[in-house]
């Protein structure tokens, strides 16, 4: 490993070695994305580091997409809240300690975004003076749309934050004061 890295500096240069199809496979996804080979193996390398090497640990399991929309279809809306906003409440502490070692709301929102990642959902953020805005994509129907609501808000009320939400049949939108989220991203 290559020690450059300068007094204020963020990045480091490093060699390794790579299988040779494996790299194929990220060139032509790097590619097929428009982006270059250094950014996509630092994206990969990130999501490793902040999802998959805790993820599993912390509770989240894989599970099949049609499976879950097969039983949510099962479901009346009172319980998809009820479970939704107990779980939000109960899951959201332990979760946030376990995968960041803390307990926020910025942190919280990292692992919102890790998550919609792992699930292949599409996740903006948009920024204004005062307000974050979140969307996220997972075509997976107003079920869930309100599952994601519920919980997201039970969690957001443990966190004393306050949030809005707007939701359709495969989307949901939550937005915040940008006090409540001291980053520095």
Known sequence: MDDDESVGEKNKT???????????????????????????????????????????????????????????DKLDDKVIQNIAEEKGRMISRDMLYAMKGKYDVWEWISILRGRAKAAGFSFTQLEDKNELKFIMRHDMGIKWSKHFKYFYESAFKELECNVKFDLTENTIVYKLDKKYANHDE
Do not use: C, Y
């Open 14 to 72: 490093v060699t390794f070695r790579i299988d040779k199809e494996v790299l194929d496979k990220i060139k032509s996804h790097a590619s097929f994305e428009r982006i270059t080979l250094n950014a996509l193996v630092n994206q990969l390398l990130a999501h490793a580091v902040d999802w998959d090497l805790v993820a599993a640990k912390s509770g989240w399991v894989p599970v099949s997409k049609v499976l879950l929309m097969a039983w949510f």
